[in-house]
């Protein structure tokens, strides 16, 4: 430690700390100025201790003299002295010699005239410690996903110190921490953001996409309880921010932040889906697994019908009935809406694109913070065109004959049907006889565009699709 040598009351008279630390004593109305260099990539705590339970605030300042943090809340240690600390500072690495060292500043105010000691803990940065300044999107820390099955984790700290630039929304004076996943590989991951509980803290985790859009907050568990993100599916260079936040008042209490990267696997639902614009498109005649994480979740799926076909939906509610599922166009709305029950229906849909909808059914199941559970389900969904333009609601083994010369019957046809592969086999025959039936592929389902042209100059009428 070194003593305050002076009149070190400005930028420019600033006093430089070459040691650990400075006592010092403070004067009403007067800052105190300081300055440092840093040579290497570290982390540095800063510890500010009085003995005049007076109130001392410290800020600290880059280079150009931007404020990087604030910290004016007090504690009392042991000793009855009051403490104020500012930890985790990230400070980068640079090659410049110590006479050029980029200078950071500190300034120390009190109300009333007090001693002061300051302190300066410094150590090598591991790749688990938290970054701060990392108070805002804009600042978030980044955790770089780039193989499957790892595990990465953070080691920060709530705490009342907080950036001041901060000016607006309800974040405005909070102490936040911002991070940003980011793949930049061809790979896609299934990740898993967890949060560990923590004892007088209620915290919770905000999740925005790749350009700062809202996404979801999950705030689902109760004071001194964890809160977990699952299923986010992170594509190929894609990227989003979160951010950590507690509701109550805390001083430097330590926290593990988890990211988990995970196969992905595309038929589990895979967030965010919780609006049409990010909903998950199916494949027919695949199973697949989803959960209602928390209250105001929403799990939209899609799909593309090219023509009028029969739907098969087939569904289970594992863990509750109070679940509500619905089939949506853009142009209809809302068109069907299934029993809240393990069930199997069957339904006409003309072309267009839809939607199936899972949702809490908060009416009959009330939610309730830190007690209330996920509800899982699975669904499948298969598909068949309707034949002879006669659109029955049901899948039966035998119709009404479509032709009174013939004996031929008209039947629906699925992809996993061995009638439906003889009748491919003999397509162009069948077609001829009947020319109001069309075989689709499954891709065919699938896609996004499509249209029906007809040649004048061939006898008969010419389908195209196109994915």
Known sequence: MENKNGENYSFETAQYISKDGINGESEPSKKDYYYFG????????FYISNSAKTKITMTLYDSERNIIKVISEEIENENNNFIQIMKGIYFEHNDMTASTLPKYYITIESEEKTEYSLILQKREYKESDEKEPNDKIGNAQI???NSENRLYTIEGYYSQIY??????????????????????????????????????????????GSKGNWITIKDINNIGDGETIDK???????????????????????YRLSVIAKPYDKYTENEPNNKPEEAQ???????????????????????????????????????????????SNDILGKIITMPQTDDERIFSLSQGKYYLIFERDLTKEGWQKGISKARNYEFNLSVSNEMSMDYNYGYYDELPKSNKNTDEYDYYYYYDNEENEKFEENLESNFNNTNDIIILKEEDYNSDYYYYYEDNENENDTYYYEN
Request: hydrophobic share 40%.
């Open 232 to 254: 986010l599916i992170l594509p190929p260079y894609s990227s989003y921010y979160f951010v950590l936040t507690a509701s109550n008042s805390v001083l430097n209490i330590p």
């Open 163 to 208: 950036n001041p630039a901060l000016t607006s929304g309800d974040l405005k004076n909070m102490e936040i921490d911002a991070y940003k996943i980011t793949n930049n590989s061809f790979n896609t991951y299934s990740i898993s953001i967890e949060l560990s509980g923590v004892p007088s803290i209620d915290a919770n985790i905000r999740l925005y």
């Open 38 to 45: 840093v040579g290497r990539t570290q982390i540095i705590d």
């Open 281 to 327: 498109t199916i494949e027919f005649r695949k199973t697949y697994k989803g959960a209602i994480d928390y209250p105001f979740d929403r799990d939209y799926f899609t799909f593309n019908i090219p023509i009028q076909s029969s739907v098969k939906f087939q569904y289970f509610l594992i863990d509750s009935q109070a679940v509500n599922i619905s089939f």
């Open 143 to 145: 955790i770089e996903v």
